[in-house]
């Protein structure tokens, strides 16, 4: 059998869609309060968990079982356009996850088990029999809890030195991971024609385009209006008000976004998430100080 070109095999890891999970990471590190060149080592190797490894092997399992959907929706990535040959795809996915538990072990008990519900998720999201992606509600929330609250609560842990991170924080990684929920949303929208053929439920295909998209926005504000009044709550007006500038800003882009969601999903993806993550860095700052004082 052909071996399929390292080319290839980038492309099938996608690593532009590490860098979500590895912020996570970053800022449940900051919002730990221990300094970050106290367990530099940790951090680094953390990141390369919730990135090049689990992350990757997210992208390399679904990009297998979805094989048949992308024929339809983009023919050109790797597998269905021959450049990944045979049954190379499931190969390097099963591969990736191995070595992504073996990573997780050096981070020890938090971050093996955190690398191992990860994993699970992503199996779970595209694989048969419980393939989650078949309904939008489920597979984004799979997606939002593994690419940010479960990657914020194990960087905060490996910092923390296995201890169970502060309720505050975990606060945060769920409110979080609940306005993943509406971006996982947005990525849906590229790809309606091909799951309404191959009988997968996204939230475009469920509830209609202009539904899905209104859906998406409240999923992705609702959660940071939350974060900013737990801010208050804690004593952080000024991180509260960076965070609310961040919203307001969402807010005009999103009205923009629901206008023509098909057309601007991708727009609102690649302008409007910046100032999403810019909020979280902002909420860890506050909580990092709040630890300090």
Known sequence: MALPAPSAVAELFKPITWFPPMWAFGCGAVASGVALSERWALVLLGLLLAGPM???????????????????????????????????????????????????????????????????????????????????????????????????????????????????????????????????????????????????????????????????CWTMALPQAGVIALLLWWGAPWHAAGVAALLAVQLVLMRRFVADPLARATWYSALGINFFVAGMLVSAFALRSALAS
């Open 54 to 216: 689990v992350c990757a092997t997210s992208q390399a399992v679904n990009d297998w079982f979805d094989r048949h959907v992308d024929a339809i929706n983009e023919p050109q990535r790797p597998i269905p356009s021959g450049r990944m040959p045979g049954r190379w795809g499931l190969y390097i996915a099963t591969l990736w996850t191995l070595v992504s538990l073996a990573v997780g072990l050096a981070l020890g008990p938090w971050g093996f088990a955190a690398a191992a519900l990860g994993l699970a998720l992503a199996w779970a999201y595209s694989a048969p029999p419980l393939r989650l992606k078949r309904n939008g509600w489920w597979g984004n929330a799979a997606c939002g809890l593994c690419y940010e609250g479960l990657a914020w609560a194990t960087g905060a842990a490996v910092m923390a030195g296995g201890a169970l991170p502060d309720a505050r924080s975990l606060a945060l990684a769920a409110l979080y991971s609940l306005g993943a929920h509406g971006i996982m949303t947005l990525n849906d929208f590229k790809s309606v024609e091909g799951d309404r053929r191959m009988g997968i439920g996204s939230l475009p295909v469920r509830l209609g385009i202009d539904a899905a998209a209104r859906v998406a």
